[in-house]
């Protein structure tokens, strides 16, 4: 393997080798035949390099079996950079150790006071994403949360996340995997290519639509704060838009806007493979560390840990502490777990 000084990929060997001996040590052998810059990244998605100092970053962790009100309440004012985090929805899922069912009153002041802690402790440059969904026969509470948090936040952005989505396209011919649907427009009929993708719960009912989305909430303490919006850039499809438009700076690449697909990995066991009744992927939350700027995130909280999406991100970004709360003993060890496998440094009992 190339290995000449200054290179990008010496400077991911000196940060393997120096992130030695627990969690590095036994894969060192399987990346010798490794042919690009991206492949052994790969193999070492703990490891970032500071630009400026070219220092590796391995994240800590900080998970703790504690209520995360009370836990919270120990942290230092402004101590946290950014926070992502799903608590209970209140709709009656079965969780662990956690009874999701209160009166609508008690679980809104609930939210009040967790809420205030988060505020407390998070920085006037942090940002706050929380991730709500809603049952079809009670859409209003993500929007009730909302309106509660606004006494502590400011909402700078609404973001949806798009668990399954179909699209039509018009042809005169189907792709492969592709269903033609006959439709008829005022002048003839037009042959329409429907795509399915992600995955969705069933809603077995005659009123309500399959719920294929959730929102992610994006609050601040005075809206203003800056985000890294092309960290998640797509392409332009009209390449003349580089060229037209000066904002580009001649880049093909444009925000990706506040509507976010990201589908759940097919699994075929929740028992062995997602053992929680209700996660978001690893996926979403790596795209708020990077929207947010993963080299200004020193440290994370996740106050409703679950088993441990967000510290996987975390792990997988770059963020250099976690900090988790978990209830319930079942799932703070799955966190553990998973975290383990993907080599996420150590752990503070």
Not at 153 to 174: D, G, M, Y
Not at 303 to 326: H, K, M
Request: hydrophobic share 35%; net charge positive; charged share 25%.
């Amino acid at each position: 393997m190339p290995r000449s000084s200054g290179s990008r990929i010496t400077l991911y060997w000196q940060a393997c080798r120096l992130a030695q001996p627990v969690e590095f040590a036994a894969d060192t052998a399987a990346v010798t035949g490794a042919a690009s810059e991206r492949e052994w990244a790969l193999y070492f998605p703990v490891v970032r390099i500071n630009r400026s100092r070219h220092i590796p970053t391995v994240t800590k962790f900080d998970l703790r079996r504690e209520d995360c009100i009370a836990g919270m309440s120990r942290l230092a004012d402004e101590s946290v950079d950014l926070v992502m985090t799903s608590p209970p929805y209140n709709l009656g899922i079965s969780y662990g150790k956690y009874s999701d069912r209160q009166d609508r009153r008690s679980y809104i002041g609930w939210c009040g006071e967790w809420a205030r802690q988060v505020r407390r402790v998070l920085r006037s440059s942090g940002s706050f994403f929380l991730n709500i969904g809603a049952a079809p026969s009670n859409p209003m509470l993500p929007h009730e949360i909302v309106m509660t948090l606004r006494e502590f936040f400011v909402l700078q952005n609404t973001i949806h996340w798009i668990k399954s989505i179909a699209i039509e396209s018009c042809s005169h011919r189907p792709a492969a995997g592709q269903t033609r649907v006959a439709t008829r427009t005022a002048h003839r009929p037009v042959a329409t290519n429907v795509r399915s993708f992600g995955h969705f719960k069933p809603i077995n009912s005659p009123r309500f639509l399959n719920d294929c989305h959730e929102y992610v909430f994006h609050f601040t303490k005075s809206g203003r704060v800056e985000l890294d919006r092309l960290a998640l850039g797509v392409p332009y499809q009209d390449k003349s838009n580089i060229a037209r438009w000066s904002h580009t700076r001649g880049n093909d690449l444009r925000c990706r806007g506040n509507t976010w697909f990201v589908p759940y990995e097919t699994i075929q066991s929740r028992e062995k493979e997602r053992p929680h009744p209700a996660t978001f992927p690893v996926q979403l939350a790596e795209w708020c560390i990077k929207l947010h700027e993963a080299s200004r995130v020193e440290t994370m909280l996740d106050p409703f840990l679950g088993i441990g999406n967000s510290a996987v991100a975390a792990q997988r970004c770059g963020v250099e502490r976690f900090l988790g709360f978990e209830i319930d003993d079942a799932y703070l060890e799955e966190a553990k777990r998973r975290i383990a496998s993907g080599r996420g440094g150590g752990f503070r009992k």
